[in-house]
């Protein structure tokens, strides 16, 4: 991997972090599906494509991917940019402060950076491979926890739940159980902040079934940098395709793994 400039990116990150926080305190709440749809695409498609200027000025030799994307990020050879400028995008429309940026770079289908800016509260979480993983310059880690039990953890629903009934049934069993062990379990909107607060040791813990590698892969790599483990509910390397995600410290890993097999059994019963 070439060289990058970490303040440039982490500046770029900030200077178009504060035109969308302008932008969300300035927006009507939209209520109406078309209105929501017509506001994401104008907010967020603009701040992706001032971001994908400034870092093809600076590398023009990265490609950059999104969503929308035909060739998948996965499939790339070399390096590109995956970008979500707006990671809770429902909360962001509906006047809710918790979203976030997330800047990931790939490297043959593997993230090797990855910034996660909350705008709101001004925190910039950012990890390189091999390098440790920071909140606004300082080196950060995972709690000390050896066990989820009496922690509080985190997950979201599976992507685009309505079309994977089967992942909506593992998610409401993992749910139940680790709701019975835990203290608390929320879901807190933003994919990539609640990854970036278990790297912090905010949160013990984060799950979710369903593929979702454009908002995970690079916030999974802030918490393994961060001294967490991350990998499949099977246990399994976790990478960008992977169909279900688990990120926590190890202790709290290695239970949570446990108790959600234990559900998975439960919910193909």
Do not use: K
């Not at 927006?27 to 400034?54: N, V």
């Not at 090797?112 to 300082?138: P, Q």
């Amino acid at each position: 991997m070439r060289q990058i400039d970490l303040d440039v990116i982490l500046s770029l990150l900030r200077s178009v972090g504060e035109e969308l926080r302008d932008a969300f305190r300035a927006l009507q709440a939209a209520a109406e599906p078309e209105q929501m749809m017509e506001a994401f695409q104008r907010i967020d498609g603009g701040a992706a494509q001032a971001i994908r200027q400034e870092l093809g000025a600076f590398y023009p030799h990265i490609a950059w991917r999104d969503e929308r994307d035909e060739d998948d990020p996965r499939m790339v050879d070399g390096e590109c940019w995956i970008c979500d400028p707006i990671d809770g995008a429902l909360q962001f429309l509906r006047g809710i402060p918790f979203w976030a940026m997330s800047l990931t770079l790939l490297r043959d289908g593997e993230p090797v950076f990855c910034a996660v800016f909350d705008v709101m509260n001004g925190e910039v979480f950012h990890a390189v491979e091999g390098r440790g993983a920071f909140l606004n310059g300082r080196r950060m880690g995972v709690s000390g926890g050896g066990s989820h039990r009496h922690g509080v953890l985190a997950t979201n629903h599976p992507p685009f739940a309505s079309a994977q009934p089967r992942m909506l049934a593992l998610a409401a069993s993992a749910l139940s159980a680790v709701q019975a062990e835990a203290t608390a379990v929320r879901n807190l909107g933003s994919v990539a902040l609640q990854l970036a607060y278990v790297a912090g040791g905010r949160l013990d813990g984060f799950w979710q079934y369903g593929e979702d590698g454009f908002n995970c892969a690079g916030a999974a790599l802030l918490v393994r940098e961060a001294g967490g483990r991350t990998s499949t509910v099977e246990g399994l390397a976790y990478h960008p395709h992977s169909g279900s995600l688990v990120a926590a410290p190890p202790g709290a890993h290695a239970s949570l793994l446990l108790t959600l097999n234990g559900s998975s059994c439960l919910a193909a019963a």
